[in-house]
């Protein structure tokens, strides 16, 4: 089994396979949402730079993660790009001047400092969430993700689909190699040597059978749950139930020390940018 496929929970002896998985969500929540709506690059650089000790502490595996960093990475060049087509100038007009590479701000299809610095802000936005959310998805048991939901607060209804979608998407995984090596052996090429046409269509006839595999596993977990008669009563017990301890403590005062820095920034930026070019 391709390794580069299967993304989901693995036990690892770390400190942050040990924390809550509430820990784990409202850590990723409140640095994603901090990080999305900033444009301070000293900020987006420090954060990226805990996301990465924090990966590499998570004893990860690049080999594990490689398909879909590459596939994050090709969609995040793709984004940059129309950005540019679309707005070239759009650096120039947040910023509120102009130090040109290519061509004078008269053009539509020009170059600029500015407009360098706005896209490599973009390139951090999407960077420093990746590690954060492979260490979120890789070190948190799904049902222990889902007591630790249900304690703060959240329905457990709410917190068994969270945990079944978590669980689930290894499955998903599998079954898509599985369909894959079906199609192949069937004499459908869909590696890497096939023409790209030739893989899209080969990707669509795996689509469709996992489409129906996956219908096929919700009605059977559904009716399941409904013979044991789940969500009839209001509260339930967990069996892997986690108590905050006291280094979940610990990591919410980081986080919350993180996100009030990045507060602070915006008075002190006068907004959500930072221009280093005033």
Same mark, same amino acid.
Not at 234 to 245: D, E, H, I
Not at 265 to 276: A, D, E, I, S, T
């Given at each position: 089994m391709n390794s580069q496929l299967l993304i989901g929970y693995t036990a690892r002896d770390t400190f942050l396979n040990r924390l809550s998985g509430s820990t784990k969500l409202i850590g990723f929540v409140a640095l994603s949402i901090i990080g999305m709506v900033t444009y301070d690059t000293r900020f987006l650089l420090g954060v990226l730079l805990i996301s990465l000790i924090l990966f590499h502490f998570s004893k990860i595996k690049y080999h594990e993660v490689a398909f879909v960093l590459q596939v994050i990475v090709a969609f995040a060049i793709l984004n940059l790009v129309m950005v540019y087509v679309f707005a070239p100038s759009y650096g120039i007009t947040i910023y509120g001047t102009h130090h040109m590479i290519l061509g004078s701000p008269d053009h539509y299809f020009n170059l600029s400092w500015e407009q360098l610095f706005y896209e490599f802000n973009l390139l951090l936005k999407y960077i420093f969430a990746v590690p954060l959310a492979l260490i979120f998805l890789m070190t948190t048991n799904p049902s222990e993700f889902a007591a630790s939901l249900n304690k703060i607060g959240v329905s457990y209804r709410i917190s068994y689909s969270v945990a079944i979608a978590l669980r689930y998407i290894p499955d998903v995984q599998n079954d898509y190699r599985t369909i894959s090596l079906a199609q192949q052996a069937r004499g459908y090429e869909i590696s890497r040597k096939a023409k790209l046409m030739t893989r899209a269509r080969g990707a669509v006839q795996i689509i469709m059978p996992l489409i129906l595999s996956s219908l096929d596993r919700i009605e059977i977990i559904s009716q399941a749950m409904e013979l044991r008669r789940f969500g009839h009563?209001? %509260? +339930?017990? *967990?069996?892997? =139930?986690?108590? #905050? %301890? +006291? /280094?979940?403590?610990? =990591?919410? !005062? !980081?986080i919350v020390l993180i996100v009030l820095v990045g507060i602070a920034? #915006? %008075?002190? /930026?006068?907004? +959500? #940018? *930072?221009?280093?070019f005033k």
């Open positions: 009563n209001k %509260k +339930r017990t *967990w069996y892997m =139930a986690q108590p #905050f %301890k +006291r /280094n979940d403590y610990l =990591a919410l !005062i !980081i920034l #915006f %008075k002190v /930026n006068g907004g +959500r #940018f *930072w221009n280093p």
